[in-house]
């Protein structure tokens, strides 16, 4: 029996374990309910289990019979600060719900260690399974690695591969990847600046800052078509600014919030220069004080070419042609898996899960309060995992 007809078999449990993670989901790095669910999930495998100190993670590894190399295999599980709406398995928190479809990719995870687990004689080498908390912030991968997820097995993996599904854009069941950059990095600028405030009608008696914060958001605009190649592009966009209280009072500060996206180390490297010598060129030009902030959160996800060729050709194998897209363009959302793909050759695949009988061009993108994932995905995911496993493993062995 192939890995995707066991897969298929598994299906109501894994439809259980899915609903049971969405019905409660938990935040950030601090996930009780959900680490337990994973450990009853996995409890009756013959796996090397290990517990986050700084946060609820599970580390799992399965050692095959044959000698071999190792393998990480990751899904996040954290959820999002979202209210849900609609939906037939609905969130029983208020305020939380699983937008991103991490439920799916720790059920589909789970489904994967029994797979590999059913066929460890088989198996020649180790899988390092990583059930991780705080990808939607504040970045659960990077703690994981310093509590030493890759050395879990005694030596580092030869590769590794995460699972993420899409609930928009892709057709229900498409697997799509790319070489090099697959998702953008992702920075924070906050920006405040400082004058002092006075009467609306005497400017000249004050120093306002509102006419120079303004200036810096249009000129952080300019800068990214000025100074940045086109094909390597940078997202800006201002989120929030505020600022003052009543139309004839000029307040003494205003400040405005950046999301900073980019697609390589170079323009990632440049534009954290660029912006914060923007802004306080701007401030110093209208003799104002500025604080510019510019936090790095996850760097670009690169994927390793021949990793994601790899991934491919298991999918075109395993589920036919029609299954697998590569990505033109990096999407411009961003991951903290970048942070495992900075020291393992690496693959981060999007996978389509929209309902079947929605138009995915017209369905809620994930993060929505609508978004919504189809179960039909969870076999096929979990078996996608169990294969690149098995044969990352084989084609070391060989
Ligand atoms: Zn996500």
């Not at 120079?212 to 000129?219: K, P």
Request: charge should be negative; proline fraction near 6%; aromatic fraction near 6%.
């Amino acid at each position: 029996m192939s890995l995707r007809e066991s897969a298929a078999d598994m299906r109501d449990e894994l439809v259980r374990l899915r609903h049971a993670l969405h019905r409660q989901p938990e935040l950030g790095l601090d996930l009780p309910r959900t680490q337990e669910k994973v450990l009853t999930a996995l409890s009756d495998l013959p796996l090397e289990v290990r517990l986050g100190e700084r946060l609820s993670s599970v580390t799992a590894v399965l050692r095959g019979a044959r000698p071999g190399p190792t393998v990480l295999l990751r899904g996040d599980m954290d959820a999002l600060p979202v209210a849900e709406r609609g939906g037939e398995v609905v969130s029983q928190v208020d305020g939380r719900m699983h937008a991103c479809g991490h439920d799916l990719h720790t059920t589909m995870l789970a489904g994967a260690a029994h797979l590999l687990a059913a066929g460890r004689d088989r198996l020649a080498g180790n899988v390092i399974f990583m059930f991780q908390p705080g990808e939607e912030g504040p970045g659960g991968a990077k703690i994981m690695i310093d509590e030493g997820v890759l050395d879990a097995a005694g030596e580092r993996p030869v590769a590794a591969y995460a699972l993420h599904v899409i609930s928009s854009v892709l057709p229900q069941g498409m697997f799509v990847t790319r070489g090099g950059p697959m998702m953008a990095a992702a920075d924070r600028l906050v920006v405040t600046v400082r004058g002092a405030g006075g009467h609306g009608s005497t400017p000249h008696l004050a120093k306002d800052p509102i006419p120079a914060a303004c200036e810096m958001v249009t000129a952080l605009q300019a800068m990214v078509t000025r100074g940045f190649d086109v094909f390597d592009p940078v997202v800006v966009t201002v989120g929030s600014f505020h600022a003052g209280t009543v139309d004839n009072v000029i307040p003494d500060e205003a400040r405005f919030e950046a999301t900073i996206r980019s697609f390589s180390a170079t323009s990632h490297a440049l534009v954290q220069e660029r912006a914060v010598a923007l802004v306080r060129g701007i401030a110093a030009a209208h003799g104002l004080d500025v604080d510019a902030d510019y936090t790095v959160n996850y760097p670009v996800t690169v994927n390793d070419g021949a990793e994601a060729d790899f991934v491919g050709g298991v999918v075109r194998e395993a589920y036919g042609e029609e299954r697998f897209v590569t990505a033109p363009q990096p999407f411009t959302g961003s991951e903290d898996f970048s942070f495992v793909c900075d020291q393992v050759p690496s693959a981060f695949v999007a996978l389509g899960a929209c309902p079947a009988d929605t138009d995915p061009a017209k369905a809620a993108y994930n993060h929505s309060a609508e978004a919504r994932f189809d179960d039909a995905v969870l076999p096929d995911g979990a078996a996608l995992y169990a294969e690149l496993a098995t044969r990352r493993l084989g084609l070391a062995a060989s």
